[in-house]
């Protein structure tokens, strides 16, 4: 009998695409869901995409935005190297402090910093950017050496993270690392939502596989430029999933 765990991440603000990839995943039945964070954030519905979460009561990871969000930081902790990045991130951020409910940031307040569990024998560990910090960068092209430094330190089979938007999976050092990509804001030129599907059994290595939903980008894109105060490259990274 084999067991089957969902995960996602990196929703942002996107509703549309926070629906569909629920939608997906129910479609599939898994045993467990699980979201690693970052519910807020660049896009324009965060009070809904809250609540899609919150209605579910899916586990869930604080990730930097919400971080940001939640305690209503002046900084998002996303550590942009460009300076015309950061300053969109920073309208972002304060944008979204105003438009978030108080009881949505006392949710996001409440967020854990990881999730442990086992399941078929096999010991997860999810977080958002990575087990030391919320907001490390995980790229695949990290020095292989430091990758392996971190898998060495994880305490755990298989560790699951998002934070960079684009997804990768790469056994390292004995442990399964898994970037799942993101739901809500694609980086890797697919706009399509991402999430993670584990099939586990006792046994066998856990087979992972990296799913993407399509969903209307349009009326998403469409809902940051009419928003004021969001610029509008947000909008045209959902309709090039980050390459524009």
Not at 32 to 54: K, M, S
Not at 142 to 161: G, Q
Not at 193 to 198: E, I, K, P
Not at 227 to 237: I, K, T, V, Y
Request: aromatic share 8%; proline share 6%.
């Amino acid at each position: 009998m084999a067991t089957r765990i969902a995960v996602f991440s990196d929703l942002h603000g996107n509703s549309a695409a926070t629906a569909a990839t629920l939608a997906a995943i129910e479609a599939a039945a898994p045993d467990a869901v699980y979201c690693l964070g970052d519910l807020v954030g660049y896009g324009a519905c965060p009070n809904e995409t809250i609540e899609l979460i919150r209605e579910r009561e899916i586990p869930t990871i604080m990730g930097n935005y919400d971080d940001g969000v939640g305690f209503d930081r002046d900084d998002c902790g996303c550590a942009y190297k460009d300076a015309a990045e950061a300053a969109r991130g920073q309208a972002s951020l304060f944008w979204t402090r105003q438009k978030t409910t108080a009881e949505h940031k006392t949710y996001l307040r409440s967020l854990p910093p990881e999730i442990r569990f086992e399941a078929e024998g096999v010991r997860f560990r999810l977080v958002h950017g990575s087990p030391r910090r919320m907001n490390e960068y995980l790229f695949e092209d990290r020095d292989p050496r430091s990758l392996e430094r971190i898998a060495e330190a994880a305490d755990c089979d298989v560790l699951v993270f998002g934070h960079t938007h684009k997804p990768w999976v790469r056994e390292i050092a004995g442990v399964l690392m898994v970037n799942e990509g993101s739901a809500g804001k694609p980086k890797d030129g697919d706009p399509r939502a991402a999430w993670a599907l584990f099939t586990l059994a006792a046994g066998i290595p856990p087979v992972v596989e990296i799913l993407r939903v399509p969903y209307d980008v349009a009326a998403m894109a469409a809902a940051i430029r009419a928003a004021d105060a969001l610029p509008d490259e947000f909008a045209r990274d959902l309709e090039t999933g980050g390459l524009g």
